[in-house]
């Protein structure tokens, strides 16, 4: 059996650990095993599930604590003899793949889940670091077209040398539940409204504030509109504040935090992701997959597409022309809502499927003579 150093970095609840984990769930555990390597300060990791699955958890010491957090990360590498690493940080990943490289890792592997934004500060180090994406890794993996191009280049894509791994869900356990739906609207109060959804932090990457804006808008084109949030992060304050400023505060809820959020993705009415970037973002999918119809930026990938539910709306576009276009799709779609998992299946989306693929990569890697082999 092959054991992988998976490096996990801040792992909270949220996209990468579903993408994670989705892909771990449905590997061939007997052939390929996953080791995770997570910062102490992550709030998200699914320890009992990872355990049950016969993998490993290893914490180390934050990025913040730079060198405690390299010796740690080194000494896991080399005292368990990987042959195979797989980092999920993006830029950052230069760091875990130089350890690899000198603890003597046959086959690293630096995947690109997200770009950034050179405006937000956060990310200022994601572009400081992207020219050096390619030192010591020697597999590139994206999950998208688009994350790969921005973050080793279009001349390394373009060569074949990064492989693409989509964002993948459960299509069978996200496909639209009737009864799911009227029991969650039913215990919320919801049955005579219009829920506008959102799920994700509350940070600038998501444009929250910009979603209040629109929703502001769609609520004086409907009287019975309501926006449900349900995330974390260090804008709420802000939101808030906008909320109030517009006298909507009783057409908001924010519900803060949750884990079981499948059941709102069969309450809602229609999903909003007006973000800054994203790679490709898992919310999106799982969206599309039971039957909502999701209104993307322009600024996400059109890979995110599983469905004809996808629509695409510009961020130089005013708040009150997204309110036009997101209103008049809702209206004519909520009488056929259905699920859409066979659609998410077929365009290449189901991780049951993928995660075998991502297994024979993994293995082919390994009897390649190099440590890396093209991944058409």
């Known amino acids: 059996m092959l054991r992988i150093a998976v490096i996990a970095g801040v792992l909270h609840s949220g996209g990468k650990r579903n993408l994670i984990m989705e892909y771990y769930r449905h590997i061939d555990r007997t052939k390929v095993q996953y080791d995770f390597i997570c910062d102490s300060d992550s709030n998200g990791i699914p320890e009992e599930e990872i355990k049950a699955l016969g993998g490993r958890v290893y914490k180390v010491a934050p990025y913040k604590n730079l060198i405690i957090h390299l010796k740690d990360t080194y000494k896991i590498l080399k005292e368990n003899k990987y042959e195979v690493m797989h980092a999920f940080d993006n830029t950052l990943n230069i760091f875990p793949m130089f350890l690899g490289r000198i603890a003597g890792v046959k086959v690293r592997i630096s995947e690109s889940i997200s770009k950034g934004d050179k405006n937000e500060k956060k990310t200022l180090i994601k572009y400081a670091l992207r020219p050096f994406s390619h030192w010591f890794a020697n597999c590139y993996m994206a999950n998208s077209i688009d994350c790969g191009i921005w973050q ?11 492989s693409i791994f989509k964002t993948v869900i459960n299509a069978d356990t996200n496909a639209f539940d009737d009864k799911l739906r009227e029991s969650t609207r039913k215990k919320f109060g919801w049955e005579n409204k219009v829920i506008y959804g959102f799920i994700g932090r509350y940070v600038p990457q998501k444009n929250p504030l910009f979603l209040i804006d629109i929703f502001n808008e769609i609520t004086k084109k409907q009287e019975n509109a309501t926006l449900v949030m349900i995330g974390f992060g260090e804008l709420e304050n802000e939101m808030h504040d906008r909320i ?41 999918i799982e969206a599309q997959c039971a039957g909502l119809p999701i209104f993307f930026s322009k600024n996400i990938t059109e890979e995110t597409t599983a469905s004809e539910l996808a629509h695409y709306i510009g961020l130089e576009e005013s708040p009150v022309i997204w309110a036009d276009k997101i209103v008049k799709v809702v209206e004519d779609y909520m009488p056929k809502r259905r699920s859409y998992a066979a659609e998410v299946k077929i365009n290449g989306f189901d991780s049951k499927s993928e995660a075998l693929r991502m297994q024979s990569f993994y293995l082919a890697q390994i009897n390649s003579v190099d440590g890396y082999e093209r991944n058409s």
């Open 244 to 284: 109030q400023s517009y006298g909507i505060t009783d057409r908001v809820m924010n519900l803060g935090r949750r884990d079981d959020i499948n059941q709102f993705y069969n309450a809602f009415d229609t999903f909003l992701l007006p973000s800054l970037y994203e790679g490709m973002p898992v919310v999106g």
């Open 152 to 162: 080793f280049g279009k001349k390394t894509y373009d060569k074949g040398e990064v």
